[in-house]
């Protein structure tokens, strides 16, 4: 079963402090993408993963960002900048919970199933649109 995540939303400081958790997604399948703002080929990334989110809907699949920030406002500063439209945590910020993944380099990914276990582990770009086509039909 995959380890429980749970953070805020990063967001501009007029959004409301959203509480991001694995938890609550339970029913829908999850790509947990840990990334750092220091990290050219997760960055590079982004418009792939961007085609899996945009191709299923918010009740069949969702992404959790846990970012590794290495620069102040560095996580918030990407994720403008590059639209991402799904709800990213910082890993350095008070309350947020992401105990129990192995990640020894950026960036490291996990697809839970909608049941919470763990089915796939480092998918990038195509890989992640074609395991979802043959899970989500």
Not at 110 to 129: C, H, T, W
Request: with cysteine.
């Amino acid at each position: 079963m995959a380890p429980q995540i749970q953070g805020v939303r990063i967001g501009n400081q007029n959004d409301l402090k959203e509480l991001v958790s694995l938890e609550q997604m339970k029913g829908k399948y999850v790509y947990i993408d840990i990334w750092s703002t220091s990290c050219g080929p997760c960055i590079a990334d982004f418009p792939e993963i961007m085609r899996s989110y945009d191709k299923f809907t918010r009740d069949q699949f969702e992404i959790i960002g846990v970012v590794d920030e290495r620069t102040a406002n560095g996580a918030a500063n990407l994720v403008t900048k590059h639209q991402l439209k799904w709800p990213n945590i910082k890993t350095n910020t008070a309350g947020t919970i992401i105990k129990g993944y192995d990640v020894i380099s950026y960036p490291t990914s996990y697809l839970v199933d909608k049941e919470g276990k763990i089915i796939a582990q480092n998918l990038r770009g195509m890989e992640l649109l074609n395991k979802l086509n043959t899970l989500i039909k």
